[in-house]
Protein backbone atom coordinates (compact mmCIF):
# COMPACT_ATOMS: atom_id res chain seq x y z
CA UNK A 1 0.00 0.00 0.00
CA UNK A 2 2.48 2.30 0.75
CA UNK A 3 4.70 1.82 -2.47
CA UNK A 4 2.51 4.37 -3.96
CA UNK A 5 3.63 7.19 -1.49
CA UNK A 6 6.70 8.54 -4.38
CA UNK A 7 10.22 9.79 -1.97
CA UNK A 8 13.16 11.51 -3.56
CA UNK A 9 16.03 12.70 -2.70
CA UNK A 10 19.48 14.04 -3.64
CA UNK A 11 22.32 15.91 -3.24
CA UNK A 12 24.59 18.65 -4.89
CA UNK A 13 27.11 20.56 -4.54
CA UNK A 14 26.43 22.23 -1.41
CA UNK A 15 22.71 21.07 -0.59
CA UNK A 16 19.85 18.53 -0.08
CA UNK A 17 16.36 17.95 -1.19
CA UNK A 18 14.00 15.65 0.05
CA UNK A 19 10.94 15.58 -2.06
CA UNK A 20 7.86 13.59 -1.21
CA UNK A 21 3.96 13.16 -2.42
CA UNK A 22 1.33 15.22 -1.32
CA UNK A 23 -1.31 12.53 -1.76
CA UNK A 24 -2.15 10.78 1.70
CA UNK A 25 -4.24 7.78 0.99
CA UNK A 26 -5.54 4.87 2.28
CA UNK A 27 -6.22 1.99 -0.60
CA UNK A 28 -7.91 4.16 -3.60
CA UNK A 29 -8.87 6.83 -1.86
CA UNK A 30 -7.33 10.19 -1.14
CA UNK A 31 -7.59 11.24 2.09
CA UNK A 32 -5.72 14.64 1.76
CA UNK A 33 -3.80 16.46 -1.37
CA UNK A 34 -1.49 18.36 0.77
CA UNK A 35 0.44 16.37 3.29
CA UNK A 36 3.64 16.86 4.57
CA UNK A 37 5.49 13.42 4.80
CA UNK A 38 8.54 15.45 6.01
CA UNK A 39 9.59 16.45 9.38
CA UNK A 40 12.72 18.68 10.44
CA UNK A 41 14.90 16.83 12.95
CA UNK A 42 17.32 19.38 13.16
CA UNK A 43 18.36 22.80 11.83
CA UNK A 44 20.10 21.31 8.90
CA UNK A 45 18.59 17.93 9.09
CA UNK A 46 14.92 16.82 7.11
CA UNK A 47 13.70 13.30 7.51
CA UNK A 48 10.74 11.65 4.58
CA UNK A 49 8.30 8.60 5.63
CA UNK A 50 6.44 6.27 3.94
CA UNK A 51 4.99 2.83 5.34
CA UNK A 52 2.00 2.21 7.68
CA UNK A 53 -0.32 5.10 8.66
CA UNK A 54 0.21 4.80 12.34
CA UNK A 55 3.63 3.53 11.66
CA UNK A 56 4.38 6.78 10.26
CA UNK A 57 1.82 9.40 12.12
CA UNK A 58 -0.30 9.60 9.29
CA UNK A 59 -3.62 7.59 10.36
CA UNK A 60 -3.61 9.58 13.47
CA UNK A 61 -4.49 12.95 11.64
CA UNK A 62 -7.62 11.54 9.59
CA UNK A 63 -8.66 8.81 12.99
CA UNK A 64 -11.45 11.35 14.23
CA UNK A 65 -13.27 11.18 10.27
CA UNK A 66 -12.80 7.07 10.35
CA UNK A 67 -16.45 5.68 11.03
CA UNK A 68 -15.08 3.70 14.14
CA UNK A 69 -18.52 2.51 15.01
CA UNK A 70 -18.37 0.33 12.15
CA UNK A 71 -17.19 -3.39 13.27
CA UNK A 72 -16.68 -4.46 10.02
CA UNK A 73 -13.72 -1.86 9.45
CA UNK A 74 -9.99 -3.96 9.97
CA UNK A 75 -6.86 -2.97 9.75
CA UNK A 76 -4.84 -6.29 9.07
CA UNK A 77 -5.63 -8.89 11.55
CA UNK A 78 -6.51 -5.95 14.06
CA UNK A 79 -9.56 -3.89 14.39
CA UNK A 80 -9.13 0.05 14.06
CA UNK A 81 -9.23 0.86 17.31
CA UNK A 82 -7.05 -1.15 18.80
CA UNK A 83 -4.43 -0.58 15.87
CA UNK A 84 -5.25 3.05 16.86
CA UNK A 85 -4.02 2.38 20.06
CA UNK A 86 -0.88 0.26 19.36
CA UNK A 87 0.51 2.02 16.35
CA UNK A 88 3.58 4.48 17.10
CA UNK A 89 4.35 7.27 15.25
CA UNK A 90 7.73 6.73 14.94
CA UNK A 91 8.49 9.71 12.38
CA UNK A 92 7.80 11.92 15.24
CA UNK A 93 9.10 9.54 17.60
CA UNK A 94 12.75 10.22 15.89
CA UNK A 95 11.65 13.78 15.93
CA UNK A 96 11.01 14.46 19.90
CA UNK A 97 14.23 12.81 20.49
CA UNK A 98 16.45 14.12 18.65
CA UNK A 99 15.07 17.49 20.60
CA UNK A 100 15.48 16.21 23.54
CA UNK A 101 19.08 15.53 23.26
CA UNK A 102 19.27 18.57 21.62
CA UNK A 103 18.06 20.44 24.88
CA UNK A 104 19.92 17.82 27.84
CA UNK A 105 23.24 18.38 25.74
CA UNK A 106 23.10 22.02 23.98
CA UNK A 107 24.51 20.28 20.97
CA UNK A 108 23.33 19.67 17.55
CA UNK A 109 23.63 16.38 16.15
CA UNK A 110 24.24 16.10 12.75
CA UNK A 111 23.03 14.13 9.69
CA UNK A 112 25.19 11.50 10.01
CA UNK A 113 24.53 10.87 14.10
CA UNK A 114 21.19 11.32 13.70
CA UNK A 115 20.55 8.44 10.43
CA UNK A 116 23.12 6.04 12.58
CA UNK A 117 20.21 6.61 15.69
CA UNK A 118 17.15 5.99 13.74
CA UNK A 119 18.97 2.83 12.05
CA UNK A 120 19.10 1.54 15.23
CA UNK A 121 15.61 2.15 16.55
CA UNK A 122 14.62 0.39 13.66
CA UNK A 123 17.18 -2.73 14.00
CA UNK A 124 15.34 -2.48 17.63
CA UNK A 125 12.33 -2.28 16.75
CA UNK A 126 12.76 -5.43 13.88
CA UNK A 127 13.54 -8.04 16.46
CA UNK A 128 10.57 -6.78 19.26
CA UNK A 129 6.77 -8.26 18.78
CA UNK A 130 6.34 -4.46 17.47
CA UNK A 131 8.25 -3.83 14.76
CA UNK A 132 8.16 -0.27 12.83
CA UNK A 133 7.14 -0.60 8.80
CA UNK A 134 8.61 2.44 7.69
CA UNK A 135 10.47 3.14 5.25
CA UNK A 136 13.11 6.62 5.19
CA UNK A 137 15.11 9.34 3.47
CA UNK A 138 17.28 11.12 6.05
CA UNK A 139 19.15 14.16 4.44
CA UNK A 140 21.07 17.56 5.65
CA UNK A 141 24.36 19.33 5.88
CA UNK A 142 27.03 18.39 7.83
CA UNK A 143 27.98 21.60 9.60
CA UNK A 144 31.86 22.21 10.14
CA UNK A 145 32.89 20.94 13.57
CA UNK A 146 33.92 24.92 14.58
CA UNK A 147 30.13 25.47 14.44
CA UNK A 148 29.45 22.75 16.77
CA UNK A 149 30.57 24.01 20.57
CA UNK A 150 31.79 20.79 22.27
CA UNK A 151 29.22 20.26 25.41
CA UNK A 152 30.82 20.15 28.64
CA UNK A 153 28.89 18.22 31.57
CA UNK A 154 27.89 20.30 34.27
CA UNK A 155 29.86 17.73 36.91
CA UNK A 156 33.40 17.95 34.71
CA UNK A 157 36.28 19.84 35.74
CA UNK A 158 36.72 22.42 33.24
CA UNK A 159 40.04 22.19 31.28
CA UNK A 160 40.17 26.33 30.45
CA UNK A 161 43.70 27.64 31.12
CA UNK A 162 43.62 29.91 33.57
CA UNK A 163 43.74 33.74 32.88
CA UNK A 164 46.84 35.09 32.51
CA UNK A 165 48.72 37.81 35.26
CA UNK A 166 48.47 41.21 34.90
CA UNK A 167 52.82 40.97 34.03
CA UNK A 168 52.07 38.60 31.36
CA UNK A 169 49.37 40.59 29.88
CA UNK A 170 50.80 43.47 29.36
CA UNK A 171 54.02 41.53 27.59
CA UNK A 172 51.75 39.41 25.20
CA UNK A 173 51.22 41.35 21.51
CA UNK A 174 47.56 41.48 21.43
CA UNK A 175 48.18 39.67 17.90
CA UNK A 176 49.75 36.69 20.45
CA UNK A 177 46.53 36.71 22.77
CA UNK A 178 43.58 36.41 19.95
CA UNK A 179 44.52 34.14 16.96
CA UNK A 180 40.90 33.13 15.02
CA UNK A 181 40.85 29.31 14.08
CA UNK A 182 40.96 29.16 10.35
CA UNK A 183 39.25 25.84 8.86
CA UNK A 184 38.98 24.38 5.41
CA UNK A 185 36.09 22.37 6.32
CA UNK A 186 33.09 23.16 4.59
CA UNK A 187 29.38 21.96 4.47
CA UNK A 188 28.82 18.47 3.47
CA UNK A 189 25.68 17.44 1.96
CA UNK A 190 24.49 14.09 3.16
CA UNK A 191 21.73 11.51 2.45
CA UNK A 192 20.80 8.18 3.69
CA UNK A 193 18.29 5.65 2.09
CA UNK A 194 16.95 3.43 4.55
CA UNK A 195 14.26 0.56 5.24
CA UNK A 196 11.82 -1.55 7.18
CA UNK A 197 14.31 -4.01 7.64
CA UNK A 198 16.94 -1.87 8.84
CA UNK A 199 19.09 -1.54 6.08
CA UNK A 200 20.99 1.91 5.38
CA UNK A 201 23.23 3.22 2.99
CA UNK A 202 24.96 6.82 2.40
CA UNK A 203 23.72 7.17 -1.13
CA UNK A 204 24.06 10.96 -3.34
CA UNK A 205 20.62 10.26 -5.19
CA UNK A 206 17.76 7.88 -3.76
CA UNK A 207 13.83 7.42 -4.47
CA UNK A 208 10.90 4.91 -2.17
CA UNK A 209 7.80 3.72 -3.77
CA UNK A 210 7.29 3.30 -7.59
CA UNK A 211 9.47 6.25 -7.81
CA UNK A 212 12.30 3.89 -7.66
CA UNK A 213 11.32 1.78 -11.08
CA UNK A 214 10.41 5.40 -13.29
CA UNK A 215 13.29 7.60 -11.08
CA UNK A 216 16.60 6.05 -10.37
CA UNK A 217 17.65 5.72 -14.36
CA UNK A 218 16.88 9.44 -14.23
CA UNK A 219 18.62 10.33 -11.53
CA UNK A 220 22.14 7.91 -12.52
CA UNK A 221 21.86 9.47 -15.43
CA UNK A 222 21.56 13.39 -14.90
CA UNK A 223 22.85 13.40 -11.33
CA UNK A 224 26.38 15.15 -10.74
CA UNK A 225 27.81 15.66 -7.65
CA UNK A 226 29.06 19.19 -8.15
CA UNK A 227 25.14 20.29 -9.74
CA UNK A 228 23.90 23.55 -8.38
CA UNK A 229 20.36 23.85 -6.67
CA UNK A 230 19.01 25.17 -9.82
CA UNK A 231 19.99 21.91 -12.31
CA UNK A 232 18.94 19.75 -9.10
CA UNK A 233 15.49 21.28 -9.05
CA UNK A 234 15.60 20.45 -12.58
CA UNK A 235 16.45 17.09 -12.18
CA UNK A 236 13.34 16.97 -9.90
CA UNK A 237 11.13 18.33 -12.23
CA UNK A 238 12.23 15.92 -14.99
CA UNK A 239 10.87 13.02 -12.27
CA UNK A 240 7.96 14.37 -11.27
CA UNK A 241 7.10 14.71 -14.96
CA UNK A 242 8.17 10.57 -15.51
CA UNK A 243 6.05 9.91 -12.95
CA UNK A 244 2.90 11.50 -13.61
CA UNK A 245 3.66 10.40 -17.72
CA UNK A 246 4.35 6.65 -16.62
CA UNK A 247 2.76 5.69 -13.03
CA UNK A 248 -0.99 5.60 -13.20
CA UNK A 249 -1.45 7.02 -9.64
CA UNK A 250 -2.74 10.59 -9.18
CA UNK A 251 0.41 11.41 -6.44
CA UNK A 252 -1.06 15.36 -6.11
CA UNK A 253 2.47 16.63 -7.10
CA UNK A 254 5.73 16.68 -4.48
CA UNK A 255 6.21 18.73 -1.28
CA UNK A 256 9.63 20.17 -1.53
CA UNK A 257 12.03 20.77 0.96
CA UNK A 258 15.70 21.89 0.86
CA UNK A 259 19.04 21.91 2.97
CA UNK A 260 21.52 24.41 2.92
CA UNK A 261 24.12 26.17 5.26
CA UNK A 262 21.47 28.30 6.11
CA UNK A 263 18.80 26.12 7.07
CA UNK A 264 15.82 24.10 5.94
CA UNK A 265 13.07 25.75 3.54
CA UNK A 266 10.22 24.87 1.84
CA UNK A 267 10.63 25.33 -2.37
CA UNK A 268 7.58 25.43 -4.52
CA UNK A 269 8.48 24.08 -7.69
CA UNK A 270 6.58 24.47 -11.13
CA UNK A 271 5.16 21.08 -12.57
CA UNK A 272 3.62 20.98 -15.65
CA UNK A 273 0.00 19.04 -14.74
CA UNK A 274 -0.36 17.98 -18.41
CA UNK A 275 1.03 14.53 -19.19
CA UNK A 276 3.29 14.50 -22.00
CA UNK A 277 3.99 12.22 -24.53
CA UNK A 278 7.41 10.00 -24.22
Not at 154 to 172: E, G, L
Request: proline content about 8%; glycine content about 6%.
Amino acid sequence: MYAKIVLLGLTGKDFTIIAASKAAMRGPTILKATDDKTRQLSDHTIMAYSGEAGDTGIFHRYLPFLPLSSPDIVLGALPLTQFAHLAVKFAEYIQANVALYTTRNSHTLDPTSIASFTRNELARSLRSRSPYNVNLLLGGISMPSSSHPPHTSPNTTSTTPAPPRPSDATSATPSAQFQPVESDEKPVPKLFWMDYLASMAEVPYAAHGYAQYYCLSLLDKHHHPEMSLEAGLKVLRMCADELRRRMPIDFKGLEVKVCTAKGVERVEVAEDLGVKPA
